[in-house]
T-cell receptor, first 110, second 114 residues
Framework: QQPVQSPQAVILREGEDAVINCSSS?????VHWYRQKHGEAPVFLMI?????EQKGHEKISASFNEKKQQSSLYLTASQLSYSGTYFC???????????FGTGTRLQVFP | EAGVVQSPRYKIIEKKQPVAFWCNPI?????LYWYRQNLGQGPELLIR????????DSQLPKDRFSAERLKGVDSTLKIQPAELGDSAVYLC????????????FGQGTRLTVV
């Protein structure tokens, strides 16, 4: 039931782009994206609800393909501050539990 | 507005000892989660509360773990007795009760069992 993320790790230079994918074997109601820096709590980035919407947050955006049960997080023109581990969390209903994925570790170098 | 507050931040105990973690969620948040996070892995749900009712505790090892949320506000997670494999970060999160909104996480309690 845990969503699967890919890739497991990404290494970037400042200014490069990256895509992180999140896939589920079950039909999804919502996908939540979080970033966690070492030793800190996960920080919310954005939520996508079923309907195939796409959202943007500065240079970070995401899409949700309900039919494919997949979501992708797009990071453009990456900055050093983007470094951390990205987790997707998925739920199957409005009041269902939130299950987190396996995580993608992103490192941005100057 | 204060965020989710957890205490203690760090705890080191010997195996077979009991330990308790405390969480104060954001005011007005009906939903409270306890997660366990092992090094390099995603948070794993232990228990979810809607107000004072535990609506999902299927992942909670009930032989040694217990939790309560009195009056639907603060929550306590207890382990008794602790085992070496319980070493992890225990995260508390709260949300407004619908998954249309974000879940806010506390700083977590890092437990080390020696």
């Amino acid at each position: 039931q845990q969503p699967v993320q890919s890739p497991q790790a990404v290494i970037l230079r400042e200014g490069e782009d990256a895509v992180i994918n999140c896939s589920s074997s079950k039909a999804l109601y919502s996908v939540h994206w979080y970033r966690q820096k070492h030793g800190e709590a996960p920080v919310f980035l954005m939520i996508l609800l079923k309907g195939g919407e796409q959202k943007g947050h500065e240079k970070i955006s995401a899409s949700f393909n309900e039919k494919k049960q997949q979501s992708s997080l797009y990071l453009t023109a990456s900055q050093l501050s983007y470094s951390g581990t990205y987790f997707c969390g998925t739920s199957r209903g409005d009041t269902d539990k939130l299950i987190f994925g396996t995580g993608t570790r992103l490192q941005v170098f100057p | 507005e204060a965020g989710v507050v957890q205490s203690p931040r760090y705890k080191i105990i010997e195996k077979k000892q009991p330990v308790a973690f405390w969480c104060n969620p954001i005011s007005g948040h009906n939903t409270l989660y306890w997660y366990r996070q092992n090094l390099g892995q995603g948070p794993e749900l232990l228990i979810r509360y809607e107000n004072e009712e535990a609506v999902d505790d299927s992942q909670l090892p009930k032989d040694r773990f217990s939790a309560e949320r009195l009056k639907g506000v603060d929550s306590t997670l207890k382990i008794q007795p602790a085992e070496l494999g319980d070493s992890a970060v225990y995260l508390c999160a709260s949300s407004s009760g619908t998954l249309r909104g974000e879940a806010f996480f506390g700083q977590g309690t890092r437990l080390t069992v020696v």
